[in-house]
């Protein structure tokens, strides 16, 4: 189906949107996807986002709105949560979070009180903003007490975040990350919480989809709260997700008044606490990413992207180049360029210039400020759902090569690759964007 048939009374009525889609499709279409918070939402989900359920409000939740009309809005979200529970065996589970910021920003309204001591990574070390981070409400209303990376190993260091929780006692403990390739030890984490009486909070946004295959640990069973966007890799729609444990263990200790267990909690702290009405095109969407990623294909996607990562990390190594952290667990390569003259930020705009699109990131132990960098993120859940192989890394690491190499000249060899790359990605099939049909 071509977009013409796709979108006929955008063509028809509104020439300038339907333009600006044309060229995004385009865009997506003719460049290699390597943001790794990115992937591509597939038809079903897409239809699901512009289904009349865009329409309705329903605020509260099933059986319990404010608002008539919701008999069939109620059996939707009472889907989307139940496969959501399937899915990730979690006891509780919130469809209604706006977005990945949002479901964390509940988290917070759920289990702590601002002024609190939380225990995050900075964003430097590969956190997210939400998790305590000074620009982001979370920094401001509450006081992150930081755990980093060791700048020689780029790992972890789980010593190190047990004598830091002793030390300062937070209340709560994000697990999670947005640029740190390797595994996390949910475990581990959760025997320090327990120590310090914090809730362990699980932030699995950029990991979903490998927890789903079963190639990176599951943070359900050890964690008081999970939350996690449904786009990214898991290909769902722009919206968020919180799963939690019903009972609360920290009850008597910090809510011994409250009437209110953690599920409900959560669920107030989401509505009426931070948001109005649900958007429920995302949550139809949402409940039909669920059901995808059942699916055996999607944890051969999974494990699929990992093993991408792998063949990329190898053959980038192989050219001489370092990576953080020594290598990847998950869908994250992250180049480290701490010992090259050329910056992150000269390389993540050269790329761009050649059609490969990802973002110039920090590094452990990096000197160079945060708008500059050492190094590129780059992650393979895109490529890797457009159906690319270990072999297809091979290539990427090639072009990626050239463009480091001819990094102050680009203008020199971008027309080139740009066009390799196009014509390369004609023997993919890009999900939403160029349907198999035309
Ligand atoms: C780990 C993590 N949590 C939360 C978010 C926030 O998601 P959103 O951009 O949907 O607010 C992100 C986004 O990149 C993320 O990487």
Redesign the pocket.
């Known amino acids: 189906m071509s977009n013409a048939e796709r979108f006929p009374h955008l063509k028809a009525n509104d020439p300038e949107v339907y333009q600006l889609i044309q060229e995004q499709c385009e865009l997506e279409s003719s460049t290699l996807k390597m943001i790794a918070?990115e992937s591509y939402a597939t038809y079903e989900v897409m239809e699901a986002c512009g289904s009349p359920f865009t329409n309705k409000y329903s605020e509260g939740y099933p059986d319990a709105r404010y608002y008539e009309g919701n008999q069939v809005t109620d059996k939707l979200e009472n889907l989307a949560r139940e496969r959501g529970k399937k899915l990730f065996g979690a006891e509780h589970f919130n469809v209604q979070p706006?977005?990945?910021?949002?479901?964390?920003h509940a988290v917070y309204r759920a289990v702590v009180k601002p002024g609190d001591k939380i225990m995050g990574m900075p964003v430097t070390d590969g956190?997210?903003?939400?998790?305590g981070w000074k620009v982001s409400f979370s920094g401001m209303d509450y006081v992150q007490v930081p755990y980093g990376t060791n700048p020689e190993t780029g790992k972890i260091d789980m010593d190190q975040v047990r004598e830091i929780a002793l030390r300062e006692r937070p209340k709560l403990i994000w697990a999670?990350?947005?640029?740190y390739p390797l595994k996390l030890d949910y475990a581990a984490f959760a025997e320090i919480a327990k120590e310090v009486d914090a809730y362990l909070v699980a932030?699995?946004?950029?990991i979903n989809s490998l927890v789903i295959a079963g190639v990176h640990p599951d943070p359900v069973p050890y964690c008081d709260v999970v939350?996690?966007?449904s786009?990214?890799m898991l290909r769902g729609p722009?919206?968020?997700f919180v799963m939690s444990k019903i009972e609360d263990r920290y009850q008597q200790k910090y809510f011994p008044t409250s009437k209110f267990n953690l599920a409900q909690r959560i669920d107030r702290a989401v509505f009426p606490g931070l948001q109005g009405g649900p958007h429920m095109h995302a949550i139809a969407a949402m409940a039909t990413a669920f059901a995808y990623a059942m699916t055996d294909e999607f944890k051969e996607y999974g494990k699929q992207i990992v093993k991408n990562a792998r063949a990329l990390v190898s053959a980038i190594i192989e050219k001489g180049y370092a990576v953080a952290s020594g290598g990847t667990d998950t869908h994250l390569v992250v180049l480290d360029f701490r010992k090259e003259e050329f910056t992150g930020k000269d390389v993540s705009q050269a790329l761009a210039k050649c059609g490969i699109i990802a973002n110039f990131n920090m590094v452990p132990g990096d000197q160079r400020k945060p708008s500059v960098t050492s190094g590129v993120r780059l992650g393979t859940p895109s490529l890797t759902s457009l159906g690319m192989k270990e072999n297809d890394m091979l290539k990427v690491a090639d072009w990626i090569d050239q463009v480091c190499k001819n990094v102050y000249d680009i203008d020199k060899v971008a027309t080139r690759i740009r066009g390799e790359i196009a014509e390369f990605l004609k023997g993919f099939d890009v999900p939403g964007i160029r349907p198999k049909l035309i």
Do not use: M, V, W
């Open positions: 918070s706006y977005s990945g910021s949002p479901a964390n956190g997210h903003l939400t998790h999670g990350t947005s640029a932030d699995i946004s950029h939350t996690s966007t786009h990214k722009r919206a968020g």
